[in-house]
C-alpha cells in the first residue's frame, strides 16, 4: 500500500542554522504531497503543498519540491528559529474509487535552541 | 469558522469503562477522518466519512471502536470497553477533498489516558 517515511528524530539545531528533514514516498498513483507541522499541544496544519512532479512549495522560509523520479519530498530552511520548534509530518494523498485521506509519516522532532 | 472542534481535551478513564470522543467538523467540509497518534505508531487513520457515510474503516483496530456520524455536524469516536493501549491523541480533522490536493484541517486533539 501508500507509505511515507521520513528521517527519524530528533533533529536539534541551534538557531540560524540550516535544516533538512528527508521524506521518501511510494504510492500506486500519482499522489499529492504535504508537509504538516504540529506545534506542542496543538494538532496538526499544513505547511506547504505540491501537487505534480517538479512543483514546490513554499510557506515561512520552508521549501520542498516533488521530485517524481526519486520519489522524495524533502523539507528544507536556510535559516531556522526558536519558534520552529515543532514536529514536522510529510503526507500524501492519492485518488482511489471511494475518496481520498492523507497518509502519513511518523513525524520529524525539530529542537532548535538559540 | 471556528475550525474543528473536538471534545473533551484531555479524557482519563479507568480501564474497561466506555470512552465517546467528540468532534464538530468545518461547515461545509464533505469528509471527516479519525486519527491515532502514539509515539510508537505515529499518526494512523482509524476511519473517514464522505457525507456522513463511512467509506473505509480499515485502520479500527478492533471490534472495541466504533464511529458514527449522525450528522453533517458532528461525529463521535467510541471505544466500549477501554484498555490502557488505547491511551494516545485522537484527532479529527476534516477536508472538502473535492480531489485528492485538498488539505485537511485538524482539530486539537483529545487525550485519551486508560488507567
Known amino acids: 500500500g501508500d507509505s511515507v517515511t521520513q528521517m527519524e528524530g530528533p533533529v536539534t539545531l541551534s538557531e540560524e542554522a540550516f535544516l533538512t528533514i528527508n521524506c521518501t514516498y511510494t504510492?500506486?498513483?500519482?499522489?499529492?504531497l504535504f508537509w504538516y507541522v504540529q506545534y506542542p499541544g496543538e494538532g496538526l496544519q499544513l505547511l506547504l503543498k505540491a501537487t505534480k512532479a517538479d512543483d514546490k512549495g513554499s510557506n515561512k522560509g520552508f521549501e520542498a519540491t516533488y521530485r517524481k523520479e526519486t520519489t522524495s519530498f524533502h523539507l528544507e530552511k536556510g535559516s531556522v528559529q526558536v519558534s520552529d520548534s515543532a514536529v514536522y509530518f510529510c503526507?500524501?494523498?492519492?485518488?482511489?474509487?471511494?475518496?481520498?485521506?492523507?497518509?502519513f509519516g511518523k513525524g520529524t522532532t525539530l529542537s532548535v535552541s538559540s | 469558522d471556528a475550525g474543528v472542534i473536538q471534545s473533551p481535551r484531555h479524557e482519563v478513564t479507568e480501564m474497561g469503562q466506555e470512552v465517546t470522543l467528540r468532534c464538530k467538523p468545518i461547515s461545509g467540509h464533505d469528509y471527516l477522518f479519525w486519527y491515532r497518534q502514539t509515539m510508537m505508531r505515529g499518526l494512523e487513520l482509524l476511519i473517514y466519512f464522505n457525507n456522513n457515510v463511512p467509506i473505509d474503516d480499515s485502520g479500527m483496530p478492533e471490534d472495541r471502536f466504533s464511529a458514527k456520524m449522525p450528522n453533517a455536524s458532528f461525529s463521535t469516536l467510541k471505544i466500549q470497553p477501554s484498555e490502557p493501549r488505547d491511551s494516545a491523541v485522537y484527532f479529527c480533522a476534516s477536508s472538502e477533498a473535492r480531489s485528492w490536493n485538498t488539505e485537511a484541517f485538524f482539530g486539537q486533539g483529545t487525550r485519551l489516558t486508560v488507567v
Open positions: 504510492a500506486t498513483g500519482y499522489p499529492s
Open positions: 503526507a500524501l494523498s492519492t485518488p482511489n474509487q471511494a475518496g481520498t485521506a492523507l497518509i
